[in-house]
């Protein structure tokens, strides 16, 4: 038999995705199921939505801002199923099948959590970007679920979790990454893991370049708080994981290793080694003359760029038979923007972000919002 499915949406003041998620999870034949939307400040449009699926969905409307991990906890108390589905309300369910529940249903059978395959809306120039960022995202996690069974951190747009594990973890807490909080607490109690890479939610990219950074900004403080609180616990799983873990930051920040080489290895061994291979080259073939007097002079920007260009192409490479593997649009230009711009810009964001909690906690603005 088959457990009762109870669905959570939660939605700050409104979302144009709302109503035909709903319509979808509705038309889904998965009979034993029940649907929670809570929103806070709702606006006109999410009280039109309210009054049209009150029949079928449970709502509460906040009229203030309460937090995703307030209302979320709360919800699951008023609920009943043993499996219990968080949707984020800016998603999309992919597919045209609608056996959608029912693999969540069955796959949960032997994993206390499952997360499904997150891809990006690609209808604007940043989220074309920003698509490149699910598929690392995606990929570790996959990483995960293949090696450990385990995940330190989910993407809390579209997972389930056994209600009995939910309990045993004691809900959401109210920190800045409740899901990525949940999945820790998770990894540490031992509770099985599955990534579902043949079930896929699309979801909402930001708006715009200030939209976004105002969104990794909110991630960047609370990934550095999440560092903070675990970070015990984090170096033990590096030291007991390496194979795992390694290549999973790899994977999240591509440009990690340009980083790294840059500022970890000494510019002035390096030219120095350079340019003797180079000059005793010169004395045999005067060609190699003027490279010679290049090198002297130039060979720290020749450095970083030629490890730059290398780097650049063995990601490329690597992205794009994942991305054809697990059903994600490849482009080498988006991809050349994504590694040069947007995964360095992101870098710099959890570092800064890490330097500020760790310099300066008194004056971090920590923002509960959904």
Same mark, same amino acid.
């Given at each position: 038999m088959l457990p009762t499915l109870s669905i959570f949406?939660?939605?700050?003041?409104?979302?144009?995705?709302?109503? &035909?998620?709903?319509?979808?999870?509705l038309d889904d034949p998965y009979e034993k199921k029940e649907i929670f939307v809570v929103i806070d400040e709702p606006t006109e449009k999410s009280f039109s939505i309210v009054r049209e699926f009150s029949d079928c969905v449970y709502f509460i409307c906040n009229g203030e801002r309460r937090g995703k991990a307030n209302v979320l906890n709360e919800l699951v108390d008023k609920s009943h199923g043993e499996i219990l589905l968080f949707l984020d309300s800016d998603c999309r369910i992919d597919g045209e099948s609608k056996d959608f529940l029912r693999r969540i249903a069955e796959e949960i059978k032997d994993a206390d959590i499952v997360e499904m395959k997150k891809k990006v809306i690609r209808d604007s120039f940043i989220a074309r970007i920003v698509s490149y960022d699910y598929l690392s995202f995606n990929l570790t996690n996959?990483?995960?679920s293949h090696n450990l069974k385990k995940c330190l951190g989910l993407n809390?747009?579209?997972?389930? =979790?056994?209600?009995?594990?939910?309990?045993?973890?004691?809900?959401?807490?109210?920190?800045?990454?409740?899901?990525?909080?949940?999945?820790?607490?998770?990894?540490?109690?031992?509770?099985?893991?599955?990534?579902?890479?043949?079930?896929?939610?699309?979801?909402?990219? &930001?708006?715009?370049?200030?939209?976004?950074?105002?969104?990794?900004?909110?991630?960047?403080?609370?990934?550095?708080?999440?560092?903070?609180?675990y970070l015990h616990d984090i170096v033990r799983i590096v030291k007991e994981y390496p194979e795992v873990l390694l290549p999973s930051l790899l994977m999240?920040?591509?440009?990690?290793?340009?980083?790294?080489?840059?500022?970890?290895?000494?510019d002035d061994l390096y030219v120095k080694g350079l340019y003797i291979f180079m000059l005793l080259l010169s004395t045999q073939v005067s060609l190699f003359l003027p490279p010679t007097a290049f090198t002297s002079t130039s060979i720290v920007f020749?450095?970083?760029?030629?490890?730059?260009?290398?780097?650049?192409?063995?990601?490329?490479?690597?992205?794009?038979?994942?991305?054809?593997? =697990?059903?994600?649009?490849?482009?080498p230009a988006e991809f050349i923007i994504f590694y040069i711009i947007y995964s360095p810009l992101w870098l710099l964001i959890i570092i800064a972000s890490i330097?500020? =909690?760790?310099?300066?906690?008194?004056n971090v603005n920590l923002n509960w919002k959904i």
């Open positions: 949406i939660p939605v700050y003041r409104e979302s144009d995705l709302l109503k &035909p998620l709903l319509e979808r999870l996959l990483l995960f809390g747009a579209a997972f389930a =979790i056994r209600r009995e594990a939910f309990n045993k973890l004691g809900g959401f807490r109210r920190v800045n990454l409740e899901d990525v909080d949940l999945a820790t607490r998770a990894f540490m109690e031992g509770l099985s893991y599955k990534f579902l890479k043949d079930i896929s939610i699309s979801t909402k990219a &930001p708006s715009s370049w200030r939209k976004w950074f105002e969104q990794r900004k909110r991630w960047g403080i609370g990934s550095a708080l999440w560092l903070k609180e999240m920040f591509p440009t990690l290793p340009f980083f790294l080489f840059t500022v970890f290895v000494p020749v450095k970083n760029l030629s490890f730059m260009i290398g780097s650049l192409g063995a990601y490329s490479a690597f992205f794009y038979v994942v991305a054809r593997k =697990i059903g994600f649009v490849f482009n330097i500020k =909690i760790y310099a300066d906690m008194k």
